[in-house]
């Protein structure tokens, strides 16, 4: 499975943005895909995931209500609606893919990664 991660920017708090990640290869496999994030000088944590075939979706509490997961498994795409953006959303954005049904919220669930996108927050 390959990822291909997008949507980042640069936005004023308030705002919003949308990221995606396209899937390709071997995307029958995927059970859960999720997505995490990366602030400078701290360690990756956990967003949001959806189960990609169900539509359980689950969220860190730092975002609930503000970000949305979404699929569209006809286009093997993943999204994250993000609004209501704060400076400490500031991070890179890393979509992953997990084919065993593992914790959803544990990174070493995952086997697959994409090469992350930068979302900056301006106070």
């Known amino acids: 499975v390959q990822l291909q991660a997008s949507g980042g920017g640069l936005v004023q708090a308030g705002g919003s943005l949308r990221l995606s990640c396209a899937a390709s290869g071997r995307t029958a496999s995927i059970y859960t895909m999720g997505w995490f994030r990366q602030a400078p000088g701290k360690e990756r944590e956990f967003v949001a995931a959806?189960?990609?075939?169900?539509?359980?979706?689950y969220y860190a509490d730092s975002v609930k209500g503000r970000f949305t997961i979404s699929r569209d498994n006809a286009e093997n795409t993943l999204y994250l609606h993000m609004n209501s953006l704060k400076p400490e959303d500031t991070a890179v954005y890393y979509c992953?893919?997990?084919?065993?049904?593992?914790?959803?919220?544990?990174?070493?669930?995952?086997?697959?990664w994409g090469q992350g996108t930068q979302v900056t927050v301006s106070s």
């Open positions: 992953a893919a997990d084919v065993y049904g593992r914790n959803i919220a544990t990174i070493t669930s995952y086997s697959y």
């Open positions: 959806a189960n990609w075939r169900g539509i359980s979706t």
